[in-house]
């Protein structure tokens, strides 16, 4: 439909790039319209205001200087073609163009409004047939924007406790972060002076990768469960390299603590053969009757 109109008229733009979507009304600028009614701007708007009671706020209505400037903004309308205007333009609506066309009565207007009318009808017709498409693009923006939201207040969180000198109470160590993880769990095994308890019913040789970081002269025990395949060799191996360390099965065998120099008890989420590959929380005991009996129940 666009090509009824003589390319030089709208400088090789469709008509369709010329329909902006303002104060939830689909319109025109003035002096768009003008350009395909072959008329001067302001000689548009005067023919607008002789004739007012045919243009209504729904038909007609003049922008505000946000309003221009965000439209500025979005088209990349530049300040030769409408920056220069010591008056903040006009809108019209499919309706407004129609009556215009009344009000200029000349061969080339009535045409350019068919056209432009027709324009406005298609896009009408887009957005209904397009509808649920375009809402469910609405929802996922929102969605990566929420997402977006959450993910930096988790790396808030993160960087907050990595800054602290002091081991946080509690953490949350998120799908993927393997490597918070070990460096949470590790700042907990440095801690200790004197003993590290490792209560974990299907720890492996991969609790060594932390232990590996303690203090020398600190004496570690390990609770294993029936389903552990912590072996006898790897054992021997982290005893000769690092020192005291005593192994003890005990069933049954459920939840995972470290208990460091007999008064500081942390509960893991999860095996330290698997932290940091799925959601989990480390909670420190503050509480001396819980933390007292888990203490008693796992001694050196």
Known sequence: MDEKILPEVFEN????????EIRGMFVMLDSDIAKAF????RQLNRQMKRNILRFPEDFCFQLNSKEF???KCQNGTSSGNYG???KLPYVYTEHGVVAL???IKSEIAAKASVDITRSFIEMRKFIIQNGNMMLELANLQKRQIEYQDE???KFDEIYRWKESKDIPKNVVIFEGNVYDAFEFVTRIIKSAKESIVLVDPYVDSNAFIYLNHKLMGVAVTIYKG????LKDDEISIFESQNGNITVKSKTPLHDRYIIIDQKDCYML???LNSIGKSFLGITKFELDGPKKSIIEQYPL
């Open 13 to 20: 733009k469709s008509i369709d790039n010329l329909i902006h």
């Open 38 to 41: 072959g008329v001067e701007t």
């Open 101 to 103: 066309a009344g009000v």
């Open 69 to 71: 400037k965000n439209l």
């Open 84 to 86: 220069g205007r010591r």
């Open 151 to 153: 993910t930096n207040r």
């Open 269 to 271: 989420g999860s095996s």
């Open 226 to 229: 029936i389903h552990s395949k």
